[in-house]
């Protein structure tokens, strides 16, 4: 079982920027990838940025294309997010999650962290 721990969120002015970060852990397992999602009040939860674990492959959100960049330290399973330029309507809990199984390729499954609240205002 993969447990997620996310840090990072925080209140910030339009115009600034967050790092985000989400470490993955437990008994011996393989990461397929990682990424953000977020949810913003009153509205349904949306696709941020994904990582590819093995290629290092990429995928945004056109929302968010060129302002956030997704990344990777996969020696110590951590994924990070860093948001730049941010507005309000970037306002939300960001979720992250990974898609990962065992060494043997086996019980492949999502697991999704606690959230971590970004509030950014004008």
């Known amino acids: 079982q993969v447990q997620l721990r996310e840090s990072g969120g925080g209140l910030v002015q339009a115009g600034g920027s967050l790092g985000l970060s989400c470490s993955a852990s437990?008994?011996?397992?393989?990461?397929?990838?990682m990424g953000w999602f977020r949810r913003a009040p009153g509205k349904d939860r949306e696709f941020v940025a994904v990582?590819?674990?093995?290629?290092?492959?990429?995928d945004y959100a056109d929302s968010v294309k060129g302002r956030f960049t997704i990344s990777k330290d996969k020696a110590e399973n951590i994924v990070y997010l860093q948001v730049d330029n941010l507005a309000p309507e970037d306002t939300a809990v960001y979720y992250c999650?990974?898609?990962?199984?065992?060494?043997?390729?086996?019980?492949?499954?999502?697991?999704w962290g606690q959230g971590t609240q970004v509030t950014v205002f004008s």
């Open positions: 437990g008994r011996a397992f393989r990461t397929y990838m």
């Open positions: 999650y990974a898609e990962a199984g065992t060494v043997q390729g086996t019980n492949r499954a999502t697991t």
């Open positions: 990582i590819n674990w093995s290629t290092g492959t990429t």
